[in-house]
């Protein structure tokens, strides 16, 4: 009972998370949920306890589908400076894999949810955030290992790196041009190679 517990709800999630990111939490509509699923209001509810929980958890399955790859390459990749480099390449292909979806749940979250849903929207601060103190730990680290320039402040360089990221893709998926990420991927190399590297 428990495996099929967790297959339907796995099921629901894969077939409602897309239309969560694409449509958002207001603009979701139940109907939107049951014609997804094919199953009944009570189905879905069984397994979810109300609509704000199961747009929650399509949030993270939406978050985990696109930042998982990136936390695998970036657990291979040894020393900050190649760790950088991962991220700018991963960045470089993101458009590709966000556009089919919707674009990019944090984002769409972030602003979908703000003044509507605080449960949805502090969500995604947290993930945001989370991202954000990764890569100042990564340049941190840098510092400490003597890959990266000890006079360089950890924590502003991953504030500004990471909103150059999200700007790149928020220009490119209002603009439909992926340009925007790649000419800001370029940015980012020549920075952590020309004010970053030891």
Known sequence: MEANTVNTS?????RVAPIFNKQGYVGTSLSDLTQATGLTKGAIYFYFKNKEDLA???????V????????????????????????TDYYRGYYDIIAQSGGCPILNVS?????????LFDLAKKVSKR?????????????DNREIKENIDASAYGKNIYAMI???IFMA??????????NMMDMIDELITGKLMN
């Open 10 to 14: 796995d099921f629901i999630l894969q």
């Open 56 to 62: 929650v958890k399509a949030f993270k399955f939406n």
């Open 64 to 87: 985990k589908k696109v930042i998982a790859p990136l936390a695998d390459e970036l657990n291979l990749a040894d020393g900050a400076i190649n760790k950088l480099k991962v991220l």
């Open 111 to 119: 602003t979908d949810a703000n003044h509507i849903n605080p449960a």
């Open 131 to 143: 991202l954000e103190n990764d890569l100042i730990a990564i340049i941190q680290t840098g510092i």
């Open 166 to 168: 999200d700007g790149s």
């Open 173 to 182: 998926l209002t603009h439909n041009d992926s340009m925007y990420i790649s």
